[in-house]
């Protein structure tokens, strides 16, 4: 289902012209990779925030594909599970991978809506597929407070929503590796991630040897936003592919996003959020967006979501003039 204004004269112009034009909205309700209830409810947050009328009025054709159908579950998992919801999770990022690359094999641009942050094995599986068969390397920017490069052994939770990028480079459970055919799907050289506080010391010691770009809070808080996110931009860039970036709203200061299930103080700012996402857009290398955590049970009178609405639309292009 499409969504656009009928009114021309009211739609901003879309600031990238290598940004596609057309931008398909997937919501993956998906909440049996975290803790708590009501994060699967983020995708309906975000487009009673009017997320696609938005969209529509930077200039851009809006496809609604609607929400991913996904599994339910048998069976609540036992205490001390180290995978808790594989198989449903499984099933559920496979199903993603597919719609991704057909998605971006149509020459448009895929924004998934979480849903817990599980689904990036399937979102960014399917753009490392789509890369892999156009003979490109797929880059990467993760906002998030966390690593969430856990794996079976240092999860103290067992909580898939804390592994998903140690997955996407190689690192975890062989359900997770293989979804999509093919491991790993990330090079760490070409990925990068931005906001993180609170680290357990198991993805530490990965993170180490993989090598991957962290900018954590205090770097941010030493050199700006803007010099932090003019080299995130530059690492992922690198990637012949162009880049996917999701962003966890946990990111973000709980003062201005309290709608997430894992807060952690001391986050990114409005501005500083907003900033990053202008900067992303005005390059012009973003393949694929995500934004994911959302928990409406948490949240206040759809404040969250209205803030991951307006960071959309700064990566999609929209500016103050």
Known sequence: MSTLLSDNSQKQKVTNSKVPKTVDILGVPLGYGASMAGVDMG???????????RIAELG???RDLGDLHLERAQAT?????????LREIMAACA???KKVEEILSAGELPLVLGGDHSIAIGSLSGFASYC?????TPGLIWFDAHADMNQPETTPSGNIHGMPLAALLGYGASELLSI???NPKLNAEFCVHVGARDIDRGERELIGKLGIRFITMREIDERGMSACIDEAIAIASRASGGYAVTFDVDALDPGDAPGSGTLVRGGLTYREAHLAME?????????????????TALDVNNKTAELGVELILSALGKTIL
């Open 43 to 53: 995708p309906a947050a975000l487009r009673v925030a009017r997320l696609n009328q």
């Open 60 to 62: 851009y054709e809006v």
């Open 77 to 85: 998992p036992q205490t001390g599970n180290k995978l808790k919801y």
């Open 95 to 97: 199903e993603l991978a």
């Open 132 to 136: 892999r068969q156009q003979n490109e």
């Open 180 to 182: 999509g055919g093919f």
């Open 279 to 295: 900067k992303i857009a005005e390059a012009g290398g973003m393949r694929s967006l995500e934004v994911v955590e959302i928990n």
